[in-house]
């Protein structure tokens, strides 16, 4: 009856229908915004005929690849940085301000020293994500209980079987929490970095498609990010909460 | 808390020096045609804060970066307030505000380029969005977490709810919203940087668009040192200060 998620979709709708009656009652001009109904036929179009594929294919697959390199290599070193209090407490700073310091600043750099391909782009998506990764995963490590240290120690099990089987597990809903923001955090490396300087990719596509006032493209294309990446953190959220549930933690 | 922040100044000191000393070295290995050494780029800055157009782009990314977070404060303030005051709002709401937090709002940008034109009104707006979802975020668990205890002992001195919020309220939930606002700043700089970047035609976001364009290694360096220089030091300030906050709730 009150049911938030009956709201929260009658809300959307609202929305959705009020965009597509000012688009066609005129309001919004045409070449600010198409009607939303437009806006997907289009996305259909362009999936279906498969003309940007190529790019579409290029930016998520180069997304992924970084999510992936921050996952790993976020996890890796937030294990290491938990063992070294001292190297912490000297990262904490950075840590707080990291999200402040404007990285594309950088690119023009990493273009330099690794050249106009996918890689400075990746790296940026890395970059920017990694830092999420660590301090969520260092909070979820701060959390294990002792005990379980403990047993992990009276198994005598060694520094990397204990990450694996014991601290990891136990701190994986805190890491989830850092991969919902790392999926983000690529996203925009990525498209942010085709935006700026790259000869390929969505981010590239929309841009190429705005100077040329080209909305049946644009807007397609943006739909496609936000269905991507809202669906990819909904699904990562809907985990966490199932893992934080069997613990009864929430 | 003096000791904590002689530690926190210990920290950020050390820290200093080891990226110095990185970047120093990184210069050493890559050399002339992509890096200037830290004391060449402090000298190139140095020098550059002293011409008239620094200046003027600076003020322009200041009203800019000014009225953005201005908005994005009041904003996030309301739709936190709102949000937080009613539990079936936010079970109605905050799942919205989360999924439009993880997407890429750079993705948005043509779309706000197209209904606010070049120029001032599209920077602000897109620092704006940035900046307001965290802050509105952060103020609806702060509202919702300020102590029963407090709200009923409120409601029987009979405060209205305009006092409520400004009596109650807002002191029992200040640390927390503190710690949206700085996040909100540290976005809101963001956006309205990424904003100056991709469509103006002044400010300091243009300058360095246009030094990339023209491969001009010394302000590239002098205004990426400038700006990690300033957001950094807003971000440490801001952070000391909830600390305090914290300590004293």
Redesign the interface.
Same mark, same amino acid.
């Given at each position: 009856m009150?049911s938030?998620l009956l709201?929260?979709l009658l809300? &959307?709708a609202g929305f959705i229908g009020l965009l597509e009656a000012l688009c066609l009652g005129g309001v919004i001009k045409p070449? !600010?915004?198409q009607p939303p109904h437009k806006i997907v036929t289009d996305l259909v179009k362009m999936l279906s005929s498969g003309s940007l594929n190529g790019a579409i294919a290029k930016t998520l697959g180069n997304a992924l690849i970084a999510f992936i390199i921050a996952m790993i290599l976020g996890v890796t070193s937030a294990i290491i940085i938990h063992r070294l209090r001292r190297v912490r407490? !000297?990262?904490?700073?950075?840590f707080? !301000?990291y $999200?402040?310091?404007?990285v /594309?600043? /950088? $690119?023009?750099?990493l273009i330099?020293?690794l050249g106009l391909g996918d890689a400075p782009q990746i790296f940026i998506g890395a970059m920017l994500g990694i830092v999420a990764v660590i301090v969520n995963t260092l909070n979820g490590l701060d959390r294990v209980p002792n005990v379980l240290l403990k047993t992990a120690r009276v198994n005598q099990m060694g520094p990397v079987e204990t990450a694996l089987r014991v601290t990891l597990p136990c701190a994986s809903p805190y890491i989830l929490t850092g991969a919902?923001?790392a999926?983000?955090y690529s996203?925009?490396g990525i498209?942010?970095a085709e /935006?700026?300087?790259s000869s390929g990719g969505m981010?590239y596509e929309?841009?190429f498609? $705005?100077n040329n006032f080209d909305n049946a493209t644009? $807007?397609p &294309?943006?739909l496609l990010?936000?269905v991507v990446?809202?669906t990819i953190?909904?699904a990562i959220?809907r985990w966490e909460k199932a893992l934080m549930a069997k613990r009864g933690l929430r | 808390m003096n000791r904590q922040s002689g =530690?926190?100044l210990r920290?950020?000191l050390?820290?200093i020096v080891?990226v110095l000393v990185a970047w120093q070295a990184l210069y050493w290995i890559?050399g002339d045609?992509?890096?200037r050494s830290p004391l060449q780029t402090f000298a190139f800055a140095g020098k550059f804060m002293s011409t008239p157009q620094f200046a003027q782009h600076l003020a322009e990314t200041s009203k800019a970066f000014g009225l953005a977070l201005l908005l994005a404060v009041a904003i996030g303030l309301t739709i936190g307030f709102t949000l937080g005051a009613s539990r079936?709002l936010s079970?109605?709401?905050e %799942?919205?505000l989360?999924?439009l937090y =993880?997407? %890429?709002?750079?993705?948005?940008? %043509?779309?706000l *380029?197209?209904?606010f034109g070049l120029g001032m009104s599209s920077k602000v707006a897109f620092g704006t969005i940035h900046g307001v979802i965290p802050i509105a975020l952060f103020t609806i668990t702060a509202v919702r977490n300020v102590k029963r205890v407090y709200l009923k002992t409120g409601q029987v001195m009979g405060l209205s709810p305009l006092d409520m919020i400004a009596r109650i309220i807002f002191p029992a939930a200040l640390p927390e919203i503190f710690a949206g606002l700085r996040?909100g700043?540290? +976005?809101t *700089?963001?956006g309205t +940087? *990424?904003g100056e970047?991709?469509a103006s035609q002044r400010g300091l976001g243009f300058l *360095?668009?246009s #030094?990339?364009g023209l491969?001009n290694v010394d302000l590239?360096m002098a205004?990426?040192l400038l +700006?990690?220089v300033f #957001?950094?030091t807003?971000?440490?300030v801001l +952070?000391a200060l909830n600390q305090r906050l914290y300590a004293r709730s």
């Open positions: 009150r938030p709201w929260r809300v &959307l070449l !600010t915004m407490d !000297t990262l904490e700073p950075l707080a !301000t $999200y402040a310091i404007p /594309f600043a /950088f $690119y023009p750099l330099i020293l919902k923001l999926v983000a996203l925009i498209i942010g /935006f700026i300087m981010g929309i841009s498609a $705005y644009m $807007y &294309l943006i990010i936000l990446s809202i953190n909904m959220a | =530690s926190i920290n950020t050390t820290l080891v890559v045609i992509a890096l079936f079970d109605v709401f %799942p919205m989360i999924a =993880s997407i %890429p709002k750079i993705t948005l940008y %043509p779309i *380029l197209l209904a996040i700043f540290s +976005l *700089l963001i +940087l *990424l970047m991709f *360095l668009m #030094a990339i491969h590239i205004l990426t +700006l990690t #957001a950094g807003a971000s440490v +952070l």
